[in-house]
């Protein structure tokens, strides 16, 4: 039995790689995929069979993740996004979407601080992300360490970032992902 719980769970577990590139002293964030393509941040319309009901939980879905975006993710936005998804999984209805990787929201450029802007330092840290199936961060970790106080601020921004999570096999999953980071004195 517990062999097939690991299975489950491994198989829920998606990796991709997405290039999120934080102009942090001049823009906003950018999250690109592999190919150079900007990531869609729009959660899309249904397009699965499903019930009224449901069709109704991911519109009213899809406005709170509109509004979380225009606000650049103000607490009470966040707060409404996570109750509508704590709702659709309580009532266990199904996202109806085709399977889907997370998709971005709200990213949170990470500070510079000033003991790197003193030392004038231009570099990229790697972060392993786990978006959580009920759209929570879970565990980010470092890939490389940059030191100057930026590996913790890369962390704290990747901790506020904003996710619909992936959707596998008609359910919401978590999916980790690599991610990448840019620190620029421009």
């Not at 249904?46 to 899809?62: F, G, I, N, Q, T």
């Amino acid at each position: 039995m517990r062999n097939n719980q690991t299975k489950t769970r491994r198989a829920l577990i998606l990796t991709t790689a997405v290039v999120f590139t934080s102009l942090a002293l001049t823009g906003a964030p950018i999250a690109l995929g592999v190919d150079g393509k900007k990531i869609s941040r729009q959660i899309p319309e249904a397009s699965l069979h499903c019930s009224p009901e449901v069709k109704a939980w991911w519109d009213a879905l899809r406005d709170a993740g509109d509004r979380v975006m225009r606000s650049r993710g103000s607490n009470k936005d966040r707060k409404r996004f996570a109750e509508l998804l704590q709702e659709g999984a309580t009532k266990n209805y199904a996202p109806p979407i085709p399977d889907h990787k997370p998709i971005p929201l709200v990213q949170t450029p990470p500070e510079y601080t000033e003991e790197a802007r003193q030392n004038h330092i231009n570099a990229r840290i790697g972060l392993s992300i786990e978006v959580l199936a009920d759209g929570t961060i879970g565990q980010v970790t470092p890939l490389n360490n940059l030191g100057y106080g930026l590996d913790e601020s890369a962390v704290a921004a990747a901790q506020k970032a904003v996710f619909l999570p992936a959707v596998q096999n008609g359910v919401f999953a978590t999916y980790t992902m690599r991610v990448e980071m840019s620190f620029s004195i421009h």
